[in-house]
């Protein structure tokens, strides 16, 4: 098992540029979630999904976009990229809802490091 | 909202048992207590879970006090490896809401 892989490890982009970071679990968990951290801010949920087909949006929405067409694969998408969107990207998984009674375990990726210039 | 309050950063010689408290505000009742280790450059790996009482695993305890508005987070005998930071996770009820992390910093 891979577990959760994202890529890429590192991007700097331009203001105002889009672009996809890419997530990816091969343990057949049902939910996903993306989650910026910024220094001194801990991890703050972007979006996240319950399942192929239905996402949400989580604390910090705006300025991302998601899709979940697969089980395996949730890719974050910036419109518009803006300087106060510069911070480090992670991706997670976990086989049940890690917010309900019961919470489960959540699965990190290695994180995607990105600068808007 | 949920807002949980950690300290920002420990030290702490190596042998000695460390403690990391996480103040939890407004816990709701299907609220679960979760803590996360991230080494630099890492993700978050999760250490230990728990919703009251004691929970105890090969690595770590976890006290959550009967009013549950904290937990402790107990690492015995720490070494040089466990220098990272720690999250503490307030979660359920459709909210999820970690801590700002603690810096723990084990001196040999």
């Known amino acids: 098992n891979a577990g959760v892989t994202q890529t890429p490890k590192f991007q700097v982009l331009k203001t105002g540029q889009s672009m996809t970071l890419q997530c990816a679990q091969d343990?057949?968990?049902?939910?996903m979630s993306w989650y910026r951290q910024d220094p001194g801010m801990g991890l703050r949920l972007i979006h996240y999904s319950v399942g192929a087909g239905i996402t949400d949006q989580g604390e910090v929405p705006n300025g991302y976009n998601v899709s979940r067409s697969t089980t395996e694969d949730f890719p974050l998408r910036l419109l518009s990229a803006a300087p106060s969107q510069t911070s480090v990207y992670f991706c997670a998984s976990s086989y049940s809802s890690p917010w309900t009674g019961g919470s489960d375990t959540q699965y990190f990726g290695p994180g995607t490091r990105l600068t808007v210039l | 909202l949920a807002k949980t309050t950690q300290p920002i950063s420990m030290d702490s010689y190596e042998g000695q048992e460390v403690n990391i408290t996480c103040s939890h505000n407004n816990i709701a009742t299907n609220d679960y207590i979760t803590w996360y280790q991230q080494f630099p450059s890492q993700g978050p790996r999760f250490i230990i879970q728990?919703?009251?009482t004691k929970v105890t695993n090969e690595v770590a305890s976890l006290f959550i006090p009967a009013d549950r508005k904290s937990s402790t987070l107990s690492l015995p005998r720490v070494s040089l490896s466990d220098t990272a930071v720690y999250y503490c996770?307030?979660?359920?009820?459709?909210?999820?809401?970690f801590g700002k992390g603690t810096k723990l910093s084990v001196i040999p």
């Open positions: 996770l307030q979660a359920g009820s459709y909210q999820l809401t």
């Open positions: 343990m057949n968990h049902e939910y």
């Open positions: 728990g919703y009251k």
